[in-house]
């Protein structure tokens, strides 16, 4: 899991204009994640991981931090 987590934080990085380090605890929306930015970051993902993310789970809302986003990627790239 320590290779997803590192890669999910890789693209959210890249996509933010964020300048402290970014962790699992850290809080979506405490580190500037807007619909629209994590509309392009779980793109990104998909297409790293080569999986779709399931319709319900296309929302901001569907996660409250990077730990419950890196788990779901977990889950369903595996």
Avoid at 9 to 27: A, G, P, R, T, W
Avoid at 40 to 49: P, V
């Amino acid at each position: 899991m320590e290779k997803t987590s590192n890669k999910i934080i890789e693209i959210v990085k890249k996509n933010l204009s964020y300048s402290k380090d970014i962790n699992k605890s850290n809080v979506l929306e405490d580190i500037g994640i807007d619909s629209l930015t994590f509309i392009k970051i779980i793109i990104e993902i998909e297409n790293e991981f080569s999986f779709e993310f399931e319709d319900s789970a296309v929302s901001l809302y569907a996660f409250s931090t990077m730990q419950d986003l890196i788990e779901y990627v977990y889950k369903h790239s595996n």
